[in-house]
T-cell receptor, first 110, second 115 residues
Framework: GQQLNQSPQSMFIQEGEDVSMNCTSS?????WLWYKQEPGEGPVLLIA?????ELTSNGRLTAQFGITRKDSFLNISASIPSDVGIYFC??????????FGTGTSLTVIP | GAVVSQHPSRVICKSGTSVKIECRSL??????MFWYRQFPKKSLMLMAT?????????EQGVEKDKFLINHASLTLSTLTVTSAHPEDSSFYIC???????????FGQGTRLTVV
């Protein structure tokens, strides 16, 4: 099935730094979701976006639904060691079938 | 609390045996559930869509006779890996979909190791 382009593929950052990652699609989506997956666990929903231009925060995490509806961004401010994991975006046209990004592996160096 | 319960979290089985993985929706009824497979450091690969009361829809390249899916009720879907081989070793994850708000929730995943 279709996969979304997610970048960067991996990031190694110092604790306290901000993180940005994005996801792009060749087609328009009506819903964007962002997940975090830790080793051996299923992905956990972080933020859900439903409208173009929408900006939503969850603690130190902020995600935006791109104006073109073909992209989305996730920012993490003041990273901490427990932010380590793989972050996935997911987009949907129908709200039922979701397409997933290739993932961004985040490593935070204390 | 958890929205989706997936069981078992880990299973080791011998080649040739079958393994059943359960996915339960705890908070809402789910007419549709999804099964994914994930290889190390890779994204989620959709295997099949499980439909309550009807046959599952399999993605291209996924053997329906090997990966049996049963969606017996509005809160339970099962994936059975039949005649397992070492190459079936992987992380299997289910997802349920809340029609009310279009949020999608994953199970905790099942690490299958076939020896």
């Amino acid at each position: 099935g279709q996969q979304l382009n997610q970048s960067p593929q991996s990031m190694f950052i110092q604790e306290g730094e901000d993180v940005s990652m994005n996801c792009t699609s060749s087609s328009i989506f009506n819903t964007w979701l962002w997940y975090k997956q830790e080793p051996g666990e299923g992905p956990v929903l972080l933020i859900a976006l439903y409208k173009a231009g929408e900006l939503t925060s969850n603690g130190r995490l902020t995600a935006q639904f791109g104006i073109t509806r073909k992209d989305s961004f996730l920012n993490i401010s003041a990273s901490i060691p427990s932010d380590v994991g793989i972050y996935f975006c997911a987009g949907s046209r129908t709200g039922n079938q979701f397409y997933f990004g290739t993932g961004t592996s985040l490593t935070v160096i204390p | 609390g958890a929205v989706v319960s997936q069981h078992p979290s880990r299973v080791i089985c011998k080649s040739g045996t079958s393994v059943k993985i359960e996915c339960r929706s705890l908070d809402f009824q789910a007419t549709t559930m999804f099964w994914y497979r994930q290889f190390p450091k890779k994204s989620l690969m959709l295997m099949a869509t499980s439909n309550e009361g009807s046959k599952a829809t399999y993605e291209q390249g996924v053997e329906k006779d090997k990966f049996l899916i049963n969606h017996a009720s509005l809160t339970l879907s099962t994936l059975t890996v039949t005649s397992a081989h070492p190459e079936d070793s992987s992380f299997y994850i289910c997802r349920v979909h809340n029609l009310l708000n279009t949020e999608a929730f994953f199970g905790q995943g099942t690490r299958l190791t076939v020896v």
